[in-house]
């Protein structure tokens, strides 16, 4: 274990807690930054809002960063979909669902919110894109 893991008082599960923590894929792309696509979603019950940016080139994308302002669950969703969206294509994308998210993160019954808002966040974004043509 390392301190990232041992500083852990609320019981969170561990991939949620190390993604809270070190927040990798955090921030924003640079004004001007080609092929950047981003969209947010918001839960206005827990106030929590959650906006994914990714660069994408053709129809795979290359890189993703997110924003977020809720709990540290919602963080770390933010987290986990930014770095697991790099080197996919947008067909894979459509594929992932809140109950993806739950079980690589062990998102719990009483955080399933925050798994729903990463998937909505996802889809707004997903409905950005173009479809490729053939």
Same mark, same amino acid.
């Given at each position: 274990?390392?301190?990232?893991? #041992? #500083?852990?008082?609320? !019981?969170?599960a561990?991939?949620?807690w190390? %993604? @809270?923590?070190?927040?990798?894929?955090a921030?924003? @792309?640079? =004004?001007?930054?080609?092929?950047?696509i981003s969209?947010?979603?918001?839960?206005?019950?827990?106030?929590s809002v959650?906006?994914? &940016? %990714?660069?994408? =080139?053709? =129809?795979?994308v290359?890189?993703?960063? @997110?924003?977020?302002?809720? /709990?540290?669950?919602?963080?770390a969703?933010? &987290?986990w979909?930014?770095?697991? /969206?790099?080197?996919?294509?947008?067909d894979? %994308?459509?594929?992932l669902? &809140?109950? #993806?998210?739950r079980?690589?993160?062990?998102?719990?019954? =009483?955080?399933?919110?925050c798994? %729903?808002? !990463?998937?909505?966040?996802l889809?707004a974004?997903l409905?950005? @894109?173009?479809?490729?043509? &053939?």
């Amino acid at each position: 274990m390392n301190e990232i893991d #041992d #500083d852990n008082p609320y !019981g969170y599960a561990p991939a949620i807690w190390r %993604l @809270f923590r070190s927040a990798p894929n955090a921030g924003v @792309f640079a =004004d001007g930054t080609a092929g950047v696509i981003s969209a947010d979603a918001g839960t206005p019950a827990a106030r929590s809002v959650l906006r994914l &940016a %990714l660069r994408v =080139d053709g =129809d795979r994308v290359t890189e993703g960063r @997110f924003q977020a302002y809720g /709990c540290p669950t919602t963080i770390a969703v933010g &987290a986990w979909i930014a770095g697991w /969206c790099a080197g996919r294509t947008v067909d894979e %994308l459509r594929r992932l669902k &809140a109950a #993806d998210l739950r079980e690589a993160l062990e998102i719990p019954e =009483d955080r399933a919110h925050c798994a %729903l808002l !990463g998937e909505d966040a996802l889809k707004a974004l997903l409905t950005r @894109f173009q479809e490729p043509r &053939a």
